[in-house]
């Protein structure tokens, strides 16, 4: 029987103070190796292993390439990179985005999962939309363990929630009882090692871009009738796993959530270019109307003016409706977290 050496966490928005809650929980000499991501701008000095490392006696820093995995310490997510888990090693990788981050969780959770099977603990705490649920399923689907946090416990319940309404967890808690049932089980013996599922092996090589082939997106799921929002390639659903999911063949990765929310930053940007579009082609049209007017096309000047009031007439309804979604619908917070080098406390950016 092995142990539970490896314990990988994920969080969002309202992560730094739950982290920081949750490190505070452990003595100095449990037997674990803790990996963490945050979201969080790839321009943000991330200065959360300093306080993660404050937070209680583990010693917490910034992941490092190839970097040893040793009980006793928090490894943290660099701004702009993957952290994937390797046996007895980590991997700092910049492929592409998923779920819109980097560092995302799922890649992170899906690597752990593969490298320990059977011994991976994933936890998930607050934070907004659904990154992380479909590497917690992969964790489960490898033997490990799930730990959710509870949703009315977390500043952010997103998060805990999709991955509850997705995964079969094995334990939903309050933040303050997370640490004592991580150090629980890392006491115990963990189960007999799984076979890796071979479409997790699979999408973390394409992940990874350790192989870039249509012909193993095929393997993986069809292809379906949308593109990438990042890069305007083919999409595949997945088909393996619980929850649903696409992916192109250069390594984007979307939960159906975050292909929405993606979609919904595409649509905003192209009616607002659009509009700007129609109010530069109305200003031409008025300036084509007064050319002709000089020259006494009277015909020519009067279709010109015409089209030129359609136009504006057009962006206007274009930029009323843009400015009606913005203030009429729900607030939501920015997933990325920006930590500021003199402070304990995250902002939305």
Same mark, same amino acid.
């Given at each position: 029987?092995?142990?539970?050496?490896?314990?990988?966490?994920?969080?969002?928005?309202?992560?730094?103070?739950?982290?920081?809650?949750?490190?505070?929980?452990?003595?100095?000499?449990?037997?674990?190796?803790? &990996?963490?991501?945050?979201? +969080?701008?790839?321009?943000?000095?991330?200065?959360?292993?300093?306080?993660?490392?404050?937070?209680?006696?583990?010693?917490?820093?910034?992941?490092?390439?190839?970097?040893?995995?040793?009980? /006793? %310490?928090?490894?943290?997510?660099?701004?702009?990179? %993957?952290?994937?888990? !390797?046996?007895?090693?980590?991997? $700092?990788?910049?492929?592409?985005?998923?779920?819109?981050?980097?560092?995302?969780?799922?890649? #992170?959770?899906?690597?752990?999962?593969?490298?320990?099977?059977? *011994?991976?603990?994933?936890?998930?705490?607050?934070?907004? $939309?659904?990154? /992380?649920?479909?590497?917690?399923?992969? &964790?489960?689907?490898?033997?490990?363990?799930?730990?959710?946090?509870?949703?009315?416990?977390?500043?952010?319940?997103? #998060?805990? #929630?999709?991955?509850?309404?997705?995964?079969?967890?094995?334990?939903?808690?309050?933040? %303050?009882? &997370?640490? /004592?049932? &991580?150090?629980? $089980?890392?006491?115990?013996?963990?189960?007999?090692?799984?076979?890796?599922? !071979?479409? +997790?092996?699979? @999408?973390? !090589?394409?992940?990874?871009?350790?192989?870039?082939?249509?012909?193993?997106?095929?393997?993986?799921?069809?292809?379906?009738?949308?593109?990438?929002?990042?890069?305007?390639?083919?999409?595949? *659903?997945?088909? /393996?796993?619980?929850?649903?999911?696409?992916?192109?063949?250069?390594?984007?990765?979307?939960?159906?959530?975050?292909?929405?929310?993606?979609?919904?930053?595409?649509?905003?940007?192209?009616?607002?270019?659009?509009?700007?579009? #129609?109010? @530069?082609?109305?200003?031409?049209?008025?300036?084509?109307?007064?050319?002709?007017?000089? *020259?006494?096309?009277?015909?020519?000047?009067?279709?010109?003016? @015409?089209?030129? @009031?359609?136009?504006?007439? %057009?962006?206007?309804?274009?930029?009323?409706?843009?400015?009606?979604?913005?203030?009429?619908?729900?607030?939501?917070?920015?997933?990325?977290?920006?930590?500021?080098?003199?402070?304990?406390?995250?902002?939305?950016?």
């Amino acid at each position: 029987m092995l142990p539970h050496r490896v314990v990988v966490v994920g969080a969002s928005a309202g992560g730094v103070a739950a982290l920081r809650n949750l490190f505070s929980q452990f003595s100095h000499d449990i037997q674990a190796a803790f &990996i963490v991501v945050l979201h +969080i701008l790839a321009e943000s000095p991330s200065v959360l292993p300093t306080l993660l490392d404050n937070a209680g006696p583990l010693k917490a820093k910034a992941a490092e390439d190839n970097e040893p995995i040793l009980p /006793g %310490h928090v490894y943290v997510a660099p701004p702009d990179f %993957h952290l994937l888990v !390797k046996p007895g090693f980590l991997r $700092l990788h910049r492929g592409p985005k998923e779920n819109r981050h980097r560092p995302a969780i799922d890649p #992170m959770f899906r690597s752990a999962a593969i490298a320990y099977p059977g *011994q991976t603990i994933g936890v998930v705490l607050t934070g907004y $939309l659904d990154d /992380g649920t479909a590497g917690l399923s992969a &964790i489960k689907r490898c033997g490990g363990f799930a730990i959710v946090q509870d949703p009315q416990d977390a500043d952010f319940p997103d #998060m805990p #929630m999709n991955a509850l309404a997705e995964v079969d967890v094995d334990y939903k808690l309050p933040l %303050h009882q &997370i640490g /004592g049932k &991580i150090t629980q $089980l890392v006491i115990q013996a963990a189960s007999d090692t799984h076979e890796v599922p !071979k479409d +997790i092996v699979m @999408e973390a !090589k394409i992940a990874e871009q350790t192989v870039s082939d249509i012909r193993r997106e095929d393997l993986l799921g069809h292809q379906v009738p949308m593109n990438c929002p990042d890069c305007n390639g083919p999409l595949w *659903q997945m088909e /393996g796993g619980t929850v649903k999911r696409y992916r192109c063949h250069v390594g984007h990765s979307f939960t159906a959530r975050t292909l929405m929310a993606s979609q919904d930053s595409v649509l905003e940007k192209a009616l607002w270019v659009a509009m700007r579009t #129609m109010e @530069e082609r109305a200003n031409l049209s008025l300036l084509m109307a007064k050319n002709e007017a000089k *020259q006494q096309r009277d015909l020519s000047a009067q279709l010109y003016a @015409e089209q030129s @009031e359609t136009l504006k007439a %057009h962006a206007q309804v274009i930029r009323q409706l843009l400015v009606e979604s913005t203030t009429s619908s729900k607030s939501i917070p920015s997933t990325s977290n920006h930590i500021s080098s003199n402070s304990s406390y995250v902002s939305s950016s």
